[in-house]
């Protein structure tokens, strides 16, 4: 049986760590937990994947980081969006509602002649 | 600037920047395991299972950290070929020559330097930045605060420094003052006379402090914040707010607050939702590191920051404190209407 979890689809993982990080800073343990708790658990973030896009991302100045203490007392690296990353999500976001219509349109168009 | 400081990481600080990230995430992984009954073993176990090939990550990370630097080193490297073969070819040459006459050697020589000093230049920008071998003196000196006063004077030539340098250096500095008297006496140019840019970060590290002195500093601190904020924000509604509560003590305030928070949520419709809840964003109260029921008690009850709070509210479910996890199970039912995240918190805490 197909496991009811969602890998994230190619491209998306940007998308939604931006918006992840749109309601303030977090870490990165935290970005995951907020993107499977906002999406009731069916997105499943690959965990190995998310580390290398955040340090990405911060190269390109969507993000920047600052090591600082976690809900746990440790010590922990929260990512925060710049005001570069804010574009860049209304960018991404826009695209992907753009996609995700374009795609329904077509799932929804009637064969010829049916 | 921020480029600056990252050029000048050594390769070492980077990689244990990478270890110290990944280790904290299999940490937290493996803590949530153990609270849902997991063994520590076998947790440890699941959280790698599930983060995937640890060594592969680590590398992926450094490449993207060390990327631009790996290929000035390799650009460095090269320039450094070219230079030794040049000279070793000009040299040889200057051996078979040496029957020639000493123009030749001479245009030879020339030659010799020309390149020399064509290459050097480059060659020391390119070089990769020496790592400084003594540690931050500013630091040294937390450990060696012996009395308040002192506390004071350092905290004070601190705050005078540029704003995020000296917010940092108490960061870092923090857990190296084992005295809590003299961790209060470091806050208090921060917060004094109208306080400092930086000084929230400041209070959310008191606020979490071991010595309940220097916790409870923190917390009043963070509430005369809030209620200077309600003054200080530019919208009609605040003001008015706080024209209503200037007077009111802190008890009757609250309780106004709460009435108007109540009937603005019963107003709010569909995507009026989202704007409407800009009203509970007044209080501007960080309780990132907030721990304890006391401190909960007061940020539920005064209606503030509640996504902030709502943020944190998993992590106080999983207190070992049964005091501090009912009210977290509160705080949350209290805002089940309002918020999307509430079902999934709400889930959680069924299942503990």
Request: glycine share 6%; hydrophobic share 40%; charged share 30%.
């Given at each position: 049986m197909a496991d009811s979890r969602a890998e994230l689809l190619q491209g998306t993982l940007h998308l939604l760590i931006l918006k992840a990080l749109e309601r303030g800073p977090l870490h990165g343990y935290a970005i995951v937990r907020r993107i499977e708790d906002t999406s009731d658990a069916f997105l499943r973030v690959e965990e190995g994947s998310l580390y290398p896009a955040l340090h990405r991302m911060e190269r390109h100045g969507w993000i920047e980081s600052e090591w600082g203490l976690s809900e746990s007392n440790r010590r922990a690296k929260f990512y925060e969006l710049t005001s570069s990353g804010r574009r860049q999500l209304r960018e991404e976001q826009t695209l992907w509602e753009r996609t995700a219509k374009a795609i329904d349109g077509v799932l929804r168009a009637q064969p010829k002649g049916a | 600037m921020r480029g600056f400081f990252d050029s000048v990481r050594s390769q070492a600080q980077i990689e244990a920047e990478i270890d110290a990230e990944l280790e904290f995430h299999l940490a937290e992984r493996a803590r949530e395991l153990v609270e849902q009954g997991v063994n520590v073993e076998e947790a440890r176990t699941q959280a790698q299972r599930r983060f995937g090939s640890l060594a592969d990550v680590r590398r992926r990370c450094r490449n993207i950290q060390m990327g631009e630097r790996i290929m000035l080193q390799r650009i460095n490297f090269v320039l450094n070929v070219v230079l030794v073969v040049a000279i070793v070819l000009l040299g040889w040459s200057a051996w078979r020559g040496k029957?020639?006459?000493?123009q030749v050697m001479a245009a030879l020589q020339a030659e010799v330097q020309k390149l020399s000093s064509l290459l050097e230049p480059r060659a020391a920008a390119l070089a990769p930045p020496q790592q400084p071998?003594?540690?931050d003196p500013m630091l040294v000196r937390f450990g060696a605060l012996k009395t308040s006063e002192e506390a004071t004077a350092f905290a004070t030539q601190l705050a005078a420094l540029e704003p995020r340098r000296g917010r940092d250096l108490i960061c870092a500095g923090w857990?190296?003052?084992?005295?809590g008297t003299l961790r209060l006496a470091l806050l208090r140019p921060f917060v004094e006379?109208?306080?400092?840019?930086?000084?929230i970060e400041l209070l959310d590290l008191a606020a979490s402090d071991p010595d309940p002195d220097v916790r409870a500093f923190g917390f009043e601190c963070l509430r005369n914040y809030a209620w200077q904020d309600f003054a200080d924000r530019p919208r009609p509604i605040y003001r008015e707010w706080f024209e209503r509560v200037r007077d009111l003590d802190l008890h009757d305030a609250l309780e106004y607050s709460v009435d108007q928070y109540h009937r603005r949520l019963r107003a709010a419709q569909g995507t009026e939702l989202l704007r409407e809840l800009g009203?509970?964003?007044?209080?501007?109260?960080?309780?990132?590191t907030a721990r304890g029921f006391d401190a909960l008690h007061d940020l539920w009850w005064s209606g503030g920051e509640a996504g902030n709070i709502l943020d944190r509210a998993p992590a106080w479910l999983r207190s070992e404190d049964p005091e501090l996890r009912e009210a977290a199970e509160r705080f949350i039912a209290h805002f089940t209407l309002v918020c999307d995240e509430v079902p999934g918190m709400l889930r959680e805490a069924k299942k503990r």
């Amino acid at each position: 049986m197909a496991d009811s979890r969602a890998e994230l689809l190619q491209g998306t993982l940007h998308l939604l760590i931006l918006k992840a990080l749109e309601r303030g800073p977090l870490h990165g343990y935290a970005i995951v937990r907020r993107i499977e708790d906002t999406s009731d658990a069916f997105l499943r973030v690959e965990e190995g994947s998310l580390y290398p896009a955040l340090h990405r991302m911060e190269r390109h100045g969507w993000i920047e980081s600052e090591w600082g203490l976690s809900e746990s007392n440790r010590r922990a690296k929260f990512y925060e969006l710049t005001s570069s990353g804010r574009r860049q999500l209304r960018e991404e976001q826009t695209l992907w509602e753009r996609t995700a219509k374009a795609i329904d349109g077509v799932l929804r168009a009637q064969p010829k002649g049916a | 600037m921020r480029g600056f400081f990252d050029s000048v990481r050594s390769q070492a600080q980077i990689e244990a920047e990478i270890d110290a990230e990944l280790e904290f995430h299999l940490a937290e992984r493996a803590r949530e395991l153990v609270e849902q009954g997991v063994n520590v073993e076998e947790a440890r176990t699941q959280a790698q299972r599930r983060f995937g090939s640890l060594a592969d990550v680590r590398r992926r990370c450094r490449n993207i950290q060390m990327g631009e630097r790996i290929m000035l080193q390799r650009i460095n490297f090269v320039l450094n070929v070219v230079l030794v073969v040049a000279i070793v070819l000009l040299g040889w040459s200057a051996w078979r020559g040496k029957r020639q006459d000493a123009q030749v050697m001479a245009a030879l020589q020339a030659e010799v330097q020309k390149l020399s000093s064509l290459l050097e230049p480059r060659a020391a920008a390119l070089a990769p930045p020496q790592q400084p071998l003594t540690p931050d003196p500013m630091l040294v000196r937390f450990g060696a605060l012996k009395t308040s006063e002192e506390a004071t004077a350092f905290a004070t030539q601190l705050a005078a420094l540029e704003p995020r340098r000296g917010r940092d250096l108490i960061c870092a500095g923090w857990s190296a003052v084992t005295d809590g008297t003299l961790r209060l006496a470091l806050l208090r140019p921060f917060v004094e006379g109208g306080g400092h840019g930086e000084a929230i970060e400041l209070l959310d590290l008191a606020a979490s402090d071991p010595d309940p002195d220097v916790r409870a500093f923190g917390f009043e601190c963070l509430r005369n914040y809030a209620w200077q904020d309600f003054a200080d924000r530019p919208r009609p509604i605040y003001r008015e707010w706080f024209e209503r509560v200037r007077d009111l003590d802190l008890h009757d305030a609250l309780e106004y607050s709460v009435d108007q928070y109540h009937r603005r949520l019963r107003a709010a419709q569909g995507t009026e939702l989202l704007r409407e809840l800009g009203f509970i964003e007044v209080v501007d109260l960080q309780p990132a590191t907030a721990r304890g029921f006391d401190a909960l008690h007061d940020l539920w009850w005064s209606g503030g920051e509640a996504g902030n709070i709502l943020d944190r509210a998993p992590a106080w479910l999983r207190s070992e404190d049964p005091e501090l996890r009912e009210a977290a199970e509160r705080f949350i039912a209290h805002f089940t209407l309002v918020c999307d995240e509430v079902p999934g918190m709400l889930r959680e805490a069924k299942k503990r």
